[in-house]
C-alpha cells in the first residue's frame, strides 16, 4: 500500500526539532518504543507546566515541521499517503484508515502522526452519527454523510437489508449528492463511518440501535438464525444453528429458556419455535381458535382445523378437544362460533 517506511519518515521529522517539542509530540502521538499516547495533563505534569503550554507546544511542533527541509524532503512519502487514502475512497473512518494503511501495528501512530502533521489531510471529530474520520477531498466528505443521513433515515428498525440491495440503495442517494458511481468496496469503506448504520454478523445491514444489528445475546443469535432459516425451527435445531452460523457455543436448554423469554418467537408445535413476524400470533391452541373465529367469523370443524394447522404444528384430536372446552359453541348448521 506503502512505497516508505512510516517510523522512518517520523524519525526525520522529528530529527531538527528543540529536545522538549520532540518528546510533547513523540508522547502525545505514541512514537516512542511502547506506542503509548499520553494526554496534555499527563505531559504537563511531568513537565511541571500547564495542560494548554503543553499544547501550544504541541502546535508549534507540527507547525515547525511543515514549514522544515526535512518535510520538503518527504514530500513524495506525503503525497504517497494522499494517493492511498485516495485509491481506498478519499474519506476514511479512522479505524478502518489504521486497518487498511499500516504495514503493522508498530506503524499505526505514526500513520497518524503523518495524517496530522501533512498538509494534505483533514481530520473530522466523531459525533453523534459518525466516526472519527479523515478525508482529502472536503465536498466529497459532506457529500458522503449527507447521504449516510438519508440512507439511515430510510431504513426502517426492523428491517434487515441484504449487502448488495443496501449498496444499491446507498448509490442512489450519492447519485443525488453529486456523487459519480464508485466501486463496491469504496462503498462499504463509506457505510463504516457512520454509527448509525452497520452490518449483522450475517452480512445484513440496518440501524445500528436495531436488536437484529447489534447482537448482544442468545436470543438475538437465535432471531437471526430462525429468520435465515425462513421456517419454524425445534429449539434444538435453533442451538445447532447458532453454533454452525456464529461458531458460539448454545446450549438448548438455554437456548429454549431464552426463546420462551423473548416475544419476537412464538411456539407453534412441540419444542417449535416461529418468528412472530412471519404471521403467527402467540398464545395456546384454544387462542389460536379464538383469533381465527373472530377474525372470519363462523366456521364447520374442517375449515378451522385447517386454519389451526397454518399456525400450529398439532394433531386434528388436539384441534378438536379444544373445540369442545366450552369457549366455543356448534350451531345448529354445524358450524362453530365464539360462545
Do not use: C
Amino acid at each position: 500500500m506503502l512505497s516508505f517506511a512510516p517510523k522512518a519518515v517520523t524519525k526525520d521529522l522529528l530529527a531538527n526539532l528543540p529536545d522538549r517539542s520532540r518528546k510533547v509530540l513523540t508522547h502525545r502521538f505514541g512514537l516512542g518504543n511502547t506506542g503509548e499516547r499520553r494526554t496534555l495533563d499527563a505531559i504537563g505534569k511531568e513537565y511541571g507546566i500547564t495542560r494548554e503550554r503543553i499544547r501550544q507546544i504541541e502546535s508549534h511542533g507540527l507547525g515547525s515541521i511543515r514549514g522544515s527541509e526535512a518535510y520538503t524532503s518527504h514530500t513524495k512519502a506525503i503525497d504517497d499517503l494522499k494517493r492511498a487514502i485516495h485509491e481506498l475512497g478519499g474519506v476514511l473512518a479512522e479505524h478502518v484508515l489504521l486497518k487498511e494503511v499500516p504495514k503493522s501495528e508498530t506503524d499505526k501512530n505514526h500513520i497518524i502522526f503523518l495524517l496530522t502533521v501533512g498538509h494534505h489531510f483533514n481530520y473530522e471529530r466523531e459525533n453523534n452519527n459518525f466516526h472519527a474520520r479523515w478525508h482529502v477531498d472536503e465536498s466529497l466528505s459532506d457529500s458522503i454523510e449527507r447521504a449516510l443521513i438519508r440512507l439511515y433515515e430510510a431504513v426502517e428498525l426492523e428491517n434487515l437489508i441484504p449487502q448488495d440491495e443496501f449498496l444499491a440503495l446507498f448509490e442512489k442517494f450519492l447519485k443525488e449528492e453529486g456523487i459519480k458511481s464508485r466501486p463496491n468496496d469504496h462503498m462499504e469503506r463509506w457505510l463504516m463511518i457512520s454509527k448509525r448504520i452497520s452490518k449483522n454478523p450475517l452480512g445484513e445491514w440496518g440501524r445500528t440501535e436495531s436488536p437484529h444489528v447489534r447482537i448482544r445475546n442468545t436470543r438475538d443469535f437465535a432471531y437471526l438464525t430462525l429468520k435465515r432459516h425462513g421456517s419454524p425451527m425445534h429449539f434444538t435445531e435453533v442451538a445447532s444453528g447458532i453454533e454452525k452460523l456464529f461458531r458460539r457455543n448454545a446450549h438448548p436448554a438455554t437456548t429454549h429458556n431464552e426463546l420462551i423469554k423473548d416475544q419476537r418467537f412464538v411456539l407453534v408445535g412441540r419444542g417449535l419455535y416461529a418468528l412472530k413476524e412471519w404471521g403467527y400470533a402467540p398464545g395456546v391452541v384454544r387462542e389460536v381458535i379464538r383469533n381465527i373465529l373472530e377474525r372470519e367469523g363462523p366456521l364447520t370443524r374442517s375449515e378451522i382445523v385447517e386454519r389451526v394447522k397454518r399456525e400450529r404444528y398439532v394433531k386434528d384430536a388436539t384441534v378438536m378437544v379444544n373445540l369442545q372446552n366450552g369457549s366455543f359453541t356448534r350451531m345448529a348448521d354445524g358450524k362453530y362460533a365464539l360462545n
